[in-house]
Structure formats: structure tokens, C-alpha cells
């Protein structure tokens, strides 16, 4: 990942992974994920969905680092992703759930 300025403690944190995964009927074709991706990992595909939109796909999926700011972004829950490789150094287990599957997190509501 490139950095503008190098954090000091830069060498304190791992760059998480993210996996994307994408429901490709659901999606409307905004192109919300695509456009505001910090990584540019994502492209409209080739493919339509049921609703004939072009859902997105990873271009580069390697350089997704599971900020899931695509996820919070769409409209339609058309997409979200799984951490796999999260864990800051110094990280506190307790505190994150950002490696489970959506169905897998607790609702303390
Ligand atoms: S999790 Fe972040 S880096 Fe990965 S595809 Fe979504 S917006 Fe891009
Ligand atoms: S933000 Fe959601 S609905 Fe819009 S293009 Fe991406 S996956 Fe499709």
C-alpha cells in the first residue's frame, strides 16, 4: 500500500485483506463500490444481472485491504467483504468481528 506520509508506527501494523464478494442481483449498477474504493480494486464487469446491470468485479484483487467502505457505500447490500488477514499487531481479539461471515455476528441489539 502506498502512503503520501509513512505513519510512525508503520512497522507496529500488518495491511489487512479483504475477500470481496458480490451479489451480483442485487446490484443496480451505481457504480458507487467502483468509484469510491480507496484501491481502485474494483470494475464493471461484462456480465448482466437478472435486472440487466452490470454488477462490479474485483479488477485487482489483491490489493483489496478490507476497509469495507464498499460494503457500508451500496445501496442494496449487493456487496460486502471478509477480512482474512486483519490482525494489527498489537490488535485486541475481543474487540473486532470483521473476520466472520455476516450471518456469524452476534447481535447484542
Ligand atoms: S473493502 Fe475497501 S479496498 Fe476492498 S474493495 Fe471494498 S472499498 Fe475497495
Ligand atoms: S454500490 Fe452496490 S449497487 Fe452500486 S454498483 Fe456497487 S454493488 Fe452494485
Not at 443496480?28 to 454488477?55: A, D, M, Q, T, W
Not at 484483487?61 to 499487531?89: H, M, N, S, W
Not at 473476520?99 to 447481535?107: C, F, L
Request: aromatic share 8%; hydrophobic share 25%; with cysteine.
Amino acid at each position: 500500500m502506498k502512503f503520501w506520509r509513512k505513519p510512525l508506527d508503520h512497522d507496529k501494523y500488518k495491511t489487512p485483506k479483504g475477500e470481496i464478494r458480490i451479489i451480483d442481483d442485487r446490484c443496480k449498477g451505481c457504480g458507487f463500490c467502483i468509484e469510491f474504493c480507496p484501491n481502485e480494486v474494483l470494475k464493471e464487469s461484462e456480465r448482466f444481472n437478472v435486472k440487466g446491470y452490470h454488477p462490479p468485479e474485483p479488477n485487482d484483487a489483491d490489493k483489496c485491504i478490507g476497509c469495507r467502505l464498499c460494503e457500508l457505500i451500496c445501496p442494496d447490500f449487493a456487496i460486502y467483504v471478509i477480512v482474512t488477514e486483519d490482525e494489527q499487531k498489537n490488535s485486541d481479539e475481543s474487540t473486532t468481528n470483521a473476520n466472520k461471515e455476516p450471518a456469524e455476528v452476534e447481535d447484542h441489539a
